[in-house]
């Protein structure tokens, strides 16, 4: 039963069905992957030693993320980011290194073995963590782009460490024994990652550094000069699959090239990623390669827990644990002392010092070549991997970690004092993002006094600075509405980026004053009932009106007179806020949608009553004088 299928089969049926309960638990799709791989893998003994081939294939979606994450950055964007790569990225991976091979030094380890050791485990993991922030949605929070940074950083390190290694190597990796036969270590018999046969084998270090710059240059030269030759060349096949096909050569291709040179593949695909990002193909490479990316790293993750080494770890479990535990101890330190220096504060803080406190995948690969190199032995090297794995592992724990510290704390906006309340005026706004903000310029642009009320120093500072007043503080606050003159009011506009707390404050001023108009934001249809249900007068989702208006250009440019468009978009609009009315009144805050029948029953007549309209009005248009 030892076939590709019957193995495929079981990773296939693993991730179907860890990865949905760990989500439906709260504890995100990576440690579902990971503890599917521990079940198939060292628990019930289903898959054996092809876990660790297989690995290597599935490092291609780390290989594609880190692509499409080039995609997403030009050479410009990365010089912006320099003070952040190069002060609080550089800082994490010196003074990481430092701090373990210090600790490797007290073990009894060589300067050398303590350096590599030390480079190895100063980086983190981008899979896992860049994974984790998205499905959190925290990617955009001061955390998640200072988490960001740093990653991004320690990504580009791999470079000069895979260049210095080499030079640390304290002997040569082959011998001549006495009956003038080569031995060479069993190890180091392919220097290339994953198994490749390597150019740089036998080179000294000088020559590793040299070949490795030209490898380099030729991934920034092929993408400025021969990708959008071939581009044009494939377009003009007209065949949609030949799309698919050069990205994935571009992917591939680069990884055979670094892997060539003994570099990391996912580092020459990330090159080429930002060297194509301003290329006019660069949205179609991200469609093509985005599902093979999912895929891969959702393999990669069971391919993680699936190849831990069981009887190496149960030789001498606590002592591993307890080197995992101080590698993510010392690591956490000095990303806490960097969070406080960088002025990261509250939930910030703790997400940068919690999600990179961990190893990562990069780690397999510097301690593989070292132990390629003749810089770390194979002892040493085992025992680093199998703390490596383990401290992945434990990334989605430190994640919950954060989130129970997040539930716990306030934002550090808020640690700030609310301001002195003295204006009133007959428009008060709650919350002055995006939304609100257009809401006061027009208001105030027509001669209307307003007050503006946000929760956010750093928006409120923001106003100030385009000359609008605004006063900070928590807008869901009785004795902050009683001070902005909620009394005399005649419009609440409740434009907060929290769903909950504009319901919460329409309810609060609907008690407060009956005849209040209040016109609030919606983020949803659901957001809509329950604003309706909290007493709001007019309620308008935020993507609404402008998807009405983009389907409006549609019907103008598929046959419409701008007249007709305008009259559909009319028709639609107003025949929406009847349906909601209606749908308003069936809605159950109890039962999901799809499981209240009369809410669907209902949905469909409406629809049904919109269609039938819109066909009457073709044929009167369609018929003769």
């Given at each position: 039963?030892?076939t590709?299928?019957?193995?495929?089969?079981?990773?296939?049926?693993a991730a179907?069905?860890?990865?949905?309960?760990?989500?439906?638990?709260?504890?995100?799709?990576?440690?579902?992957?990971?503890?599917?791989?521990?079940?198939?893998?060292p628990?019930?003994?289903?898959?054996?030693?092809?876990?660790?081939?297989?690995?290597?294939?599935?490092?291609?979606?780390?290989?594609?993320?880190?692509?499409?994450?080039?995609?997403e950055?030009?050479?410009?964007?990365?010089?912006?980011?320099?003070?952040?790569?190069?002060?609080?990225?550089g800082?994490?991976?010196?003074?990481t290194?430092?701090?373990?091979?210090?600790?490797?030094?007290?073990?009894?380890?060589?300067?050398?073995?303590?350096?590599?050791?030390g480079?190895?485990?100063?980086?983190?993991?981008?899979?896992?963590?860049?994974?984790?922030?998205s499905?959190?949605?925290?990617m955009?929070?001061g955390?998640?782009?200072?988490?960001?940074?740093?990653?991004?950083?320690q990504?580009?390190?791999?470079?000069?460490?895979?260049?210095?290694?080499?030079?640390?190597?304290?002997?040569?990796?082959?011998?001549?024994?006495?009956?003038?036969?080569?031995?060479?270590?069993?190890?180091?018999?392919?220097s290339?990652?994953?198994g490749?046969?390597s150019?740089?084998?036998g080179?000294?270090?000088w020559?590793?550094?040299l070949?490795?710059?030209?490898?380099?240059?030729?991934?920034?030269?092929?993408?400025?000069?021969?990708?959008?030759?071939?581009?044009?060349?494939?377009?003009?096949?007209?065949l949609?699959?030949?799309?698919?096909?050069?990205?994935?050569?571009?992917?591939?291709g680069?990884?055979?090239l670094?892997m060539?040179?003994?570099?990391?593949?996912?580092?020459?695909?990330?090159l080429?990623g930002?060297?194509?990002?301003n290329?006019?193909?660069?949205?179609?490479?991200?469609?093509d390669?985005?599902?093979?990316?999912?895929?891969l790293?959702?393999?990669?993750?069971?391919?993680?827990?699936?190849g831990i080494?069981?009887?190496?770890?149960?030789?001498?479990p606590?002592?591993?644990?307890?080197?995992?535990?101080?590698v993510?101890?010392?690591?956490g330190?000095?990303?806490?002392?960097?969070?406080r220096a960088?002025?990261?504060r509250?939930?910030?803080?703790?997400?940068?010092?919690?999600?990179?406190?961990?190893?990562g995948?990069?780690?397999?690969v510097?301690?593989?070549?070292?132990?390629?190199?003749?810089?770390?032995?194979?002892?040493?090297?085992?025992k680093v991997?199998?703390?490596?794995?383990?401290?992945?592992?434990?990334?989605p724990?430190?994640?919950?970690?954060?989130d129970?510290?997040s539930?716990?704390?306030?934002?550090?906006?808020?640690d700030?004092e609310?301001?002195?309340i003295?204006?009133?005026?007959?428009?008060?706004?709650?919350g002055?993002?995006?939304?609100g903000?257009?809401v006061n310029?027009?208001?105030?642009?027509?001669?209307?006094?307003?007050?503006?009320l946000?929760?956010?120093?750093?928006?409120?500072?923001?106003?100030?600075?385009f000359?609008?007043?605004?006063?900070?503080?928590?807008?869901?606050?009785?004795?902050?509405?009683?001070?902005?003159?909620?009394?005399?009011?005649?419009?609440?506009?409740?434009?907060?980026?929290?769903?909950?707390?504009?319901?919460?404050l329409?309810?609060?001023?609907?008690?407060?004053?009956?005849?209040?108009?209040?016109?609030?934001?919606?983020?949803?249809r659901?957001?809509?009932?329950?604003?309706?249900r909290a007493?709001?007068?007019?309620?308008?989702r935020?993507?609404?009106?402008?998807s009405?208006?983009?389907?409006?250009y549609?019907?103008?440019?598929?046959?419409?007179?701008?007249?007709?468009?305008a009259?559909?978009e009319?028709?639609?609009?107003?025949?929406?806020?009847?349906?909601?009315?209606?749908?308003?009144?069936l809605?159950?805050?109890?039962?999901?949608?799809?499981l209240?029948?009369?809410?669907?029953?209902?949905a469909?007549?409406l629809?049904r009553?919109?269609?039938a309209?819109?066909?009457?009005?073709?044929?009167?248009?369609?018929?003769?004088?």
């Amino acid at each position: 039963m030892d076939t590709f299928l019957f193995q495929a089969s079981i990773y296939l049926a693993a991730a179907v069905i860890a990865v949905p309960l760990a989500a439906r638990l709260g504890l995100g799709s990576v440690l579902g992957y990971l503890a599917a791989g521990i079940m198939i893998g060292p628990v019930l003994g289903l898959v054996g030693s092809e876990a660790e081939d297989l690995r290597h294939f599935a490092e291609f979606g780390v290989v594609m993320m880190l692509f499409l994450i080039g995609l997403e950055l030009d050479p410009r964007a990365l010089w912006d980011m320099r003070h952040r790569l190069i002060g609080l990225g550089g800082l994490q991976v010196s003074m990481t290194t430092l701090a373990i091979m210090a600790a490797a030094l007290a073990m009894g380890r060589t300067w050398q073995e303590a350096l590599a050791v030390g480079l190895a485990l100063s980086l983190s993991s981008t899979a896992i963590v860049l994974q984790t922030l998205s499905e959190k949605g925290l990617m955009r929070t001061g955390g998640g782009r200072s988490t960001f940074s740093v990653l991004l950083t320690q990504d580009i390190a791999v470079i000069p460490i895979l260049a210095v290694l080499p030079l640390l190597s304290r002997a040569p990796t082959a011998s001549i024994a006495a009956d003038g036969s080569i031995s060479v270590p069993k190890d180091a018999a392919h220097s290339g990652a994953h198994g490749t046969m390597s150019l740089v084998e036998g080179l000294p270090g000088w020559g590793v550094t040299l070949v490795t710059l030209a490898a380099i240059g030729a991934v920034i030269l092929a993408g400025v000069y021969l990708t959008r030759p071939v581009f044009r060349f494939i377009h003009a096949a007209g065949l949609r699959e030949m799309y698919t096909a050069l990205a994935l050569l571009i992917v591939v291709g680069i990884s055979f090239l670094m892997m060539l040179v003994g570099l990391s593949p996912a580092l020459g695909a990330f090159l080429a990623g930002v060297v194509l990002a301003n290329s006019e193909f660069r949205h179609e490479l991200e469609s093509d390669l985005e599902p093979f990316k999912g895929l891969l790293l959702g393999l990669f993750f069971i391919t993680v827990g699936a190849g831990i080494d069981y009887e190496g770890f149960l030789a001498d479990p606590m002592d591993l644990i307890g080197l995992a535990l101080l590698v993510i101890v010392l690591k956490g330190m000095v990303l806490y002392l960097l969070a406080r220096a960088f002025n990261l504060r509250g939930r910030d803080r703790w997400l940068f010092t919690l999600g990179l406190a961990q190893a990562g995948e990069f780690g397999f690969v510097l301690i593989s070549f070292s132990l390629t190199q003749n810089v770390v032995p194979a002892d040493l090297a085992e025992k680093v991997l199998l703390v490596i794995a383990l401290s992945m592992l434990i990334t989605p724990l430190l994640f919950i970690a954060y989130d129970l510290l997040s539930r716990r704390m306030k934002d550090h906006d808020q640690d700030h004092e609310p301001d002195d309340i003295d204006a009133e005026g007959p428009v008060i706004i709650a919350g002055i993002g995006r939304f609100g903000q257009i809401v006061n310029r027009l208001v105030t642009a027509n001669g209307f006094d307003t007050v503006v009320l946000d929760h956010s120093m750093q928006t409120i500072q923001l106003m100030r600075r385009f000359g609008f007043r605004g006063f900070l503080g928590d807008p869901t606050r009785p004795e902050l509405l009683k001070a902005a003159g909620i009394a005399s009011a005649r419009v609440l506009v409740v434009a907060l980026d929290d769903p909950e707390k504009c319901t919460k404050l329409v309810a609060y001023a609907r008690r407060l004053r009956p005849d209040l108009h209040i016109v609030a934001r919606a983020f949803d249809r659901t957001h809509v009932f329950q604003l309706y249900r909290a007493g709001a007068d007019d309620i308008v989702r935020e993507m609404f009106d402008s998807s009405l208006r983009a389907g409006r250009y549609v019907l103008e440019n598929i046959g419409l007179s701008e007249y007709e468009a305008a009259e559909a978009e009319k028709t639609f609009y107003a025949h929406d806020r009847y349906t909601v009315r209606e749908l308003a009144e069936l809605w159950n805050p109890d039962l999901p949608a799809h499981l209240n029948e009369a809410y669907i029953a209902r949905a469909r007549a409406l629809q049904r009553e919109l269609e039938a309209e819109f066909q009457s009005r073709d044929k009167d248009r369609t018929a003769p004088d």
